[in-house]
């Protein structure tokens, strides 16, 4: 799948994260037209990554906001009722659609290869469509909650642990090589957060966002291919 075909299929993107804010908040805004709802959620958030990719999360005030998204501060209101629960907000509406969009990913496919490269191939393409997100959420989990950092560290260890089953279940079928699978999808994660961590380093060498995508794969194939199991066969049978 390259990258195109997977926003014509999931359509992703900052819209999206609106979207998903506002059908998790809705009840508790005082904003109650969803058309001007998205519409500003949408310059929020991106006040919101402007403002942080300048001078972090931590050091934004509300008057910054205000003065960056164009509203004023009784429309912030409307949708947010602090900073920290804008915060909570849009780190969970990114969570949230993250991972509605692997588990639809994996749901269809059974053989473990094929869901393999779906995780790999999803992840890096959503962390494509919201760079700012995603970038966001891992510079500014320092400065979370204790409460939040606990709802961070369960989203990235449910990722994880999704990469991890697939890998045990291969290994179980004798599809997959025999591994450690916590340990690789420990570095399977970290491999995929290089791409949005370091987006500009590949940006200049221009390497596509599919090209890395096949060069994990590929990488997962090598300590993974069928050709190691008949090795290993064959060394016991010697």
Not at 72 to 100: F, P, W
Not at 122 to 135: D, G, I
Not at 147 to 154: D, I, N, P, S
């Amino acid at each position: 799948m390259t990258y195109a075909q997977f926003l014509e299929q999931t359509g992703v993107g900052p819209d999206m994260l609106a979207r998903q804010a506002w059908r998790d908040n809705q009840a508790a805004m005082k904003a109650k037209k969803e058309k001007t709802a998205l519409k500003n959620l949408s310059r929020i958030f991106g006040a919101v990554f402007t403002i942080s990719g300048q001078k972090g999360f931590a050091a934004m005030t509300m008057r910054d906001l205000s003065a960056e998204s164009g509203l004023s501060a009784g429309a912030l209101y409307d949708y947010v009722g602090s900073k920290e629960g804008l915060l909570t907000m849009l780190q969970a509406a990114g969570r949230g659609l993250a991972g509605e969009v692997l588990e639809r990913a994996v749901a269809g496919a059974s053989d473990p290869w094929e869901q393999l490269k779906l995780v790999i191939t999803h992840h890096l393409y959503m962390s494509e469509a919201l760079p700012q997100w995603f970038y966001f959420s891992y510079m500014e989990a320092r400065h979370l909650g204790d409460r939040e950092k606990k709802a961070a560290l369960a989203a990235e260890e449910r990722s994880e642990s999704t990469l991890a089953a697939i890998l045990e279940q291969g290994v179980a079928q004798g599809r997959f090589y025999p591994v450690d699978a916590r340990l690789l999808a420990a570095v399977g994660k970290a491999m995929l957060q290089e791409w949005y961590v370091k987006r500009g380093k590949y940006a200049r060498r221009r390497v596509a966002v599919e090209d890395y995508a096949a060069f994990l794969i590929e990488l997962f194939e090598s300590r993974l291919r069928p050709a190691r199991i008949m090795e290993r066969k064959d060394d016991h049978a010697a």
